[in-house]
């Protein structure tokens, strides 16, 4: 089934440690999304790429990092820079002609 | 920059009721696409309805439908005959122009959570 794969679905770090979130996609999109979710803000965007080895940054970029050497893996890294890192990080993909973006189920990241 | 709104935290509805989402947002673009869409318990972001601005048309979707009021920016979402596997958090979504001249970059609301009551 074509679709997009976050792994893992939870994930727990200790303060200062880089974490790596993965997002895996076999629909063939061009565009990538990685967004933040917290409890009555809704999805903020946090990295963007439409291509291969090119990534743009969101609202809310400082203390993340992104790749995109793959069309379908676009991977997010947490750093220890990241002050509240605790959330629910949702990946999404996109064709670049189309209007609708595809979302998968979301990692849970819970700093110890 | 972009903004939208939901200003009701929370709404209720009996099943197989109407229930009605609000939705404002500020743009200064004339080119742009509204969405809904749905969050249920188990957090997977499903599409609901879009809305493309240069149609004057609302958009349908079975028993989900917007009512688009482009000059009072204001997109809010119809649900009839509500069932029970309605109950999800709603989020308002702009995007804006069209294909890869905006990146496809997503603004949303805060959200909504619907309670369907049996």
């Known amino acids: 089934d074509g679709g997009i794969t976050q792994s893992p679905k939870y994930l727990f770090r200790k303060e200062g440690q880089n974490v790596t979130l993965s997002c895996e996609q076999n629909l063939n999109h061009d565009a990538m999304y990685w967004y933040r979710q917290d409890p009555g803000q809704g999805l903020r965007l946090i990295y963007y790429s439409q291509i291969v080895n090119d990534f743009q940054k969101g609202d809310i970029a400082e203390g993340y990092s992104v790749s995109r050497e793959k069309k379908e893996s676009f991977p997010l890294t947490v750093t220890s820079a990241q002050k509240n890192p605790t959330a629910f990080y949702l990946c999404?993909?996109?064709?670049?002609?189309?209007?609708?973006?595809?979302f998968g189920q979301g990692t849970r990241l819970t700093v110890v | 920059a972009q903004t939208v709104t939901q200003s009701q935290p929370e709404m209720s509805v009996q099943e197989a009721e109407t229930v009605t989402l609000s939705c404002t947002y500020d743009?200064?673009?004339?080119?742009?696409?509204l969405f809904w869409y749905k969050q249920p318990p188990s957090r997977q972001m499903i599409l609901v309805i879009r809305q493309e601005a240069y149609k004057q048309q609302n958009a349908t979707e079975n028993r989900f439908s917007v009512n688009f009021q482009k000059a009072a920016k204001s997109f809010s979402l119809k649900i009839s005959d509500s069932q029970l596997g309605d109950a999800a958090m709603y989020f308002c979504?702009?995007?804006w122009g069209a294909g890869g001249t905006s990146y496809g970059k997503l603004t949303f609301g805060q959200g909504t959570i619907l309670t369907v009551h049996p």
């Open positions: 743009t200064s673009e004339s080119d742009y696409y």
């Open positions: 999404a993909s996109r064709a670049l002609m189309n209007t609708e973006a595809f």
């Open positions: 979504a702009y995007r």
